[in-house]
């Protein structure tokens, strides 16, 4: 997250950081996956590399785009593109879990009655299962990818940090850290572990 949001990125350095987090999350999402269906290892491979193209193209095309335009000072410039990673890393995560676990969609997930015991398979409990986990992804990292290029835009004017360049780094680990604190919990908290549907 920290070198995701890092100023002045390169080119290679935003496909790095960005292939890195999606390779990140692309074991998070294998690991926390519904594992009731066996599902074939093409399918992880699959949903990785959608993930890594979608966030490595969104991220390059809005650098690009953002660069290419001229109505911006070079300072609303950086601003601006401290907000990229947001928009690239939100859509390739919603990639990444239609991808890894869209056999769910056509299988379905098993589902339960009250005493715990299988009572079927279910596409609508997939779909919504699917639904859900999309939708945290793109909330988990809002606060982590938005929350600290706003703080670190005002603390980077502060005579403490312009005085001390050196700790703009370990100071915006601290900012990402905090958030990804309050947002873990926050995104996690969205959805009951354990969802019901009308039969």
Same mark, same amino acid.
């Given at each position: 997250?920290?070198?995701?949001?890092?100023?002045?990125? $390169?080119?290679?350095?935003?496909?790095?950081?960005?292939?890195?987090?999606?390779?990140?999350?692309?074991?998070?999402?294998?690991?926390?996956?519904?594992?009731?269906?066996?599902? /074939?290892?093409?399918?992880?491979?699959?949903?990785?590399?959608?993930?890594?193209?979608?966030?490595?193209s969104i991220a390059v095309g809005?650098?690009?785009?953002?660069?290419?335009?001229?109505?911006?000072?070079?300072? $609303? %410039?950086?601003?601006?593109? %401290?907000?990229?990673?947001?928009?690239?890393?939100?859509?390739?995560?919603?990639?990444?879990?239609?991808?890894?676990?869209?056999?769910?969609?056509?299988?379905?997930?098993?589902?339960?009655?009250?005493?715990?015991?299988?009572?079927?398979?279910? %596409?609508?409990?997939?779909?919504?299962?699917?639904?859900?986990?999309?939708?945290?992804?793109?909330?988990? /990292?809002?606060?982590?990818?938005?929350?600290?290029?706003?703080?670190?835009?005002?603390?980077?004017?502060? !005579?403490?940090? %312009? !005085?001390? /360049?050196?700790?703009?780094?370990?100071?915006?680990?601290?900012?990402?850290?905090?958030?990804?604190?309050?947002?873990?919990?926050?995104?996690?908290s969205l959805f009951p572990q354990?969802?019901e549907v009308s039969t």
């Amino acid at each position: 997250v920290v070198g995701l949001l890092l100023p002045n990125q $390169t080119l290679a350095s935003t496909v790095f950081w960005q292939w890195l987090n999606q390779s990140h999350n692309a074991c998070v999402n294998y690991a926390n996956r519904n594992a009731t269906k066996p599902s /074939p290892t093409s399918k992880f491979i699959q949903g990785y590399l959608g993930a890594v193209i979608s966030a490595v193209s969104i991220a390059v095309g809005l650098n690009v785009l953002i660069q290419r335009a001229n109505k911006f000072t070079p300072s $609303t %410039r950086l601003l601006i593109q %401290r907000f990229v990673p947001f928009p690239a890393v939100a859509s390739a995560n919603i990639c990444n879990v239609v991808l890894m676990r869209h056999t769910e969609l056509e299988e379905g997930i098993d589902v339960l009655d009250n005493n715990g015991n299988i009572v079927g398979s279910s %596409r609508i409990a997939a779909k919504h299962a699917l639904l859900e986990t999309a939708l945290t992804r793109v909330v988990l /990292p809002m606060p982590i990818l938005v929350l600290p290029p706003i703080i670190m835009s005002v603390l980077e004017k502060t !005579s403490l940090l %312009r !005085s001390r /360049p050196r700790m703009i780094l370990p100071v915006q680990s601290l900012v990402c850290l905090a958030a990804f604190g309050l947002a873990l919990p926050l995104a996690i908290s969205l959805f009951p572990q354990m969802s019901e549907v009308s039969t």
